[in-house]
């Protein structure tokens, strides 16, 4: 349906007489009392363009900011999602009636007509007539569009919704650039060795699945807690995610029997390799078009999305939009979560959740009470704005193209409070995200940069947060200044000694170190919170990193090996003998069993050679 185009005279005669005098009083000399001349009155002043030049005149900057960007972008129109997100300090014309919207308004009665609400005239002051906007176009210059700069320092604690905070609210940073490739490898070696369990329709990780597998991921999960506080999947952020993206790669499926996941030929390729950005922008283009999973069903409190009124929109659909998104933050520089909305609303970026005209998602204990169309909370915010806080955290961060800003959720700035019949005290866990930062990665990934540089931290700056003794102590002088993330690492290579102490562990340092973890990353760790240089930690302790280091590199695994097994022992030891087999099969024992290996790289080969000589290999 195409929009209402209303003209001057049409519009004015709309009005009553008391409405008309209301915006004849911007007008000098005696106002008329008879509507046709009032009518008159105001539609000579506005065709005139001497009068409308002084009415613009007599606006304010941000007022001509709001009529330049309604006349040359919306013809007119004030777009109630773009120009507020553009400019958030412009307040609404106001407008002698809001009969528009069928509610009777007083605020003419109130306050005296300004040249901004009279040139909002129509729609309840939400349209410029059309002979109006011929004018303004000559005198208005074309708006800008809206930059996102960015900032050298994180956003900032929220202020607390009521006010009586002692403390503001820790700030969390997740630098996740340099995890990414650590925790896709662990995801890809735990499917292999068969640890990742998923529903059978849902194909979603189960509790104990993500438990083990947030163990064995370079810094656990973006918050500190055990994996023992995970109390259902849904707690979990990070490894869910990963649990995710493998599958949606195309990298893991799950098995025809069973709820466990198992790699496919090309998630078979990538064992033994060093992951690289190369294979991230893969399972990030592969993410972006599957449907495996609607990122807004991780946010528990809206309710309906699986009713029969709700028509929800795909979610490799939704996702169309995030490139542009991203890639209009700059590279390095920290972006508000506030500023980055305001950028995609005033783009028109959002989104679309819902393909109905109405919404059939609510909150709280009754539709009826919590409908989101009536609940008193801008609807963007609430459903768009949740949705993107998921995405951008779960996904576009674990996949590390985006660094992260955030707090707990109880301590964001969202006010649930006027949600009718809602008593949690946050809407999700992702309400705590504050700020993003593109990482190169993320530029990389995005076809912002041709090749991608790795991040180089300079952390010279930061107060020590640990002292490394020389007995392999390592004690937290400030553990509310240890990030999440890295009081992870810590314990997952150092035993507890006592409240904050740590002894580094040979055990857990090797387990970690096969698990995937590079060795250099624990002494990274202790020399920049400890505000040394690595060469400068304790000797005993040089010593004893540079032997961890000598055991966990004098055994290399350089491939797979596929066993082949049969009751005649003589049978395999003929075929190993065989001049087309002899060059690439082994003849071994497990205890007193022969066995054939063949290197995993050769195993088609073997197959082909093994049927001409008469024998199909076969699993029991």
């Not at 409308?52 to 972008?73: K, T, Y």
């Not at 050298?152 to 503001?168: F, I, N, V």
């Not at 006027?418 to 993320?442: A, H, I, M, N, Q």
């Amino acid at each position: 349906m195409q929009p209402v185009t209303w003209r001057l005279r049409d519009c004015l005669s709309s009005f009553t007489v008391d409405q008309l005098k209301w915006y004849a009083a911007l007008f000098p000399g005696e106002t008329p009392q008879r509507k046709g001349e009032l009518v008159d009155r105001i539609e000579e002043r506005l065709r005139n363009p001497s009068e409308v030049r002084r009415l613009w005149a007599a606006l304010s900057p941000i007022e001509q900011h709001v009529v330049a960007e309604a006349v040359h972008g919306f013809n007119g129109r004030y777009d109630a999602e773009v120009i507020p997100a553009k400019y958030p300090s412009a307040a609404p014309p106001n407008s002698a009636s809001s009969s528009y919207y069928g509610v009777y308004s007083s605020r003419h009665q109130q306050q005296p007509a300004t040249p901004y609400d009279l040139l909002f005239l129509a729609e309840g002051g939400r349209l410029i007539p059309a002979e109006v906007v011929v004018t303004l176009k000559a005198l208005a210059p074309r708006p800008a569009p809206m930059v996102i700069r960015g900032r050298d320092s994180a956003p900032s604690a929220p202020t607390s919704r009521s006010g009586s905070q002692k403390e503001p609210p820790r700030v969390f940073l997740a630098e996740t650039e340099r995890s990414v490739f650590h925790d896709l490898t662990a995801t890809l070696d735990s499917v292999e060795r068969s640890e990742v369990r998923v529903g059978a329709t849902t194909r979603l990780p189960t509790l104990a699945t993500l438990r083990e597998l947030r163990a064995q991921l370079l810094a656990g999960d973006y918050f500190g807690e055990d994996a023992d506080a995970y109390e259902r999947a849904d707690d979990a952020i990070r490894p869910f995610a990963l649990v995710v993206l493998v599958q949606a790669a195309g990298w893991a499926a799950p098995r025809s029997r069973g709820g466990r996941l198992e790699l496919t030929t090309s998630g078979r390729a990538l064992l033994g390799r060093a992951l690289g950005a190369v294979e991230v922008r893969q399972a990030w283009e592969r993410w972006l078009k599957s449907d495996l999973l609607d990122e807004l069903s991780r946010v528990r409190a809206i309710k309906g999305q699986q009713s029969r009124s709700a028509r929800l929109t795909k979610p490799s659909v939704r996702r169309d939009a995030l490139a542009a998104i991203l890639g209009a933050c700059p590279v390095g520089r920290w972006v508000g979560l506030d500023e980055l909305f305001r950028y995609v609303r005033a783009h028109h970026l959002g989104p679309t959740i819902e393909r109905s005209e109405h919404s059939a998602l609510y909150v709280g204990w009754s539709m009826e009470a919590g409908w989101l169309e009536y609940v008193g909370i801008d609807y963007w915010d609430l459903v768009v704005g949740t949705y993107l806080r998921a995405v951008l955290w779960e996904y576009v961060a674990t996949l590390g193209l985006i660094d992260i800003a955030y707090t707990y959720p109880e301590d964001s700035a969202r006010d649930v409070d006027r949600l009718y019949g809602f008593e949690e005290e946050y809407l999700s866990r992702y309400d705590g995200l504050l700020g993003v930062r593109l990482t190169p990665l993320g530029a990389y990934v995005l076809g912002l940069a041709g090749e991608y540089r790795p991040t180089i931290v300079n952390r010279s700056q930061e107060a020590p947060s640990l002292r490394v003794l020389p007995n392999l102590d390592v004690v937290v002088l400030d553990m509310a200044a240890l990030p999440p993330a890295d009081r992870a690492l810590l314990e997952r290579f150092g035993t507890p000694q006592s409240q904050g102490v740590y002894r580094l562990d040979r055990g857990r340092i090797l387990e970690a170190a096969a698990q995937g973890m590079p060795l250099e990353r624990v002494q990274e760790l202790l020399g920049q919170k400890s505000g040394v240089a690595a060469e400068v930690l304790p000797h005993t302790v040089r010593v004893f990193l540079a032997d961890v280091h000598r055991r966990a590199s004098a055994i290399r695994e350089t491939g797979r090996m596929v066993l082949l097994e049969s009751d005649d022992a003589y049978l395999l030891a003929e075929l190993a003998n065989k001049p087309s087999l002899r060059a690439f099969v082994s003849l071994a024992y497990i205890g007193d069993a022969p066995v054939l290996l063949v290197p995993e790289a050769h195993q088609t080969r073997a197959r082909r050679e093994l049927l001409k000589l008469g024998y199909a290999p076969r699993r029991p």
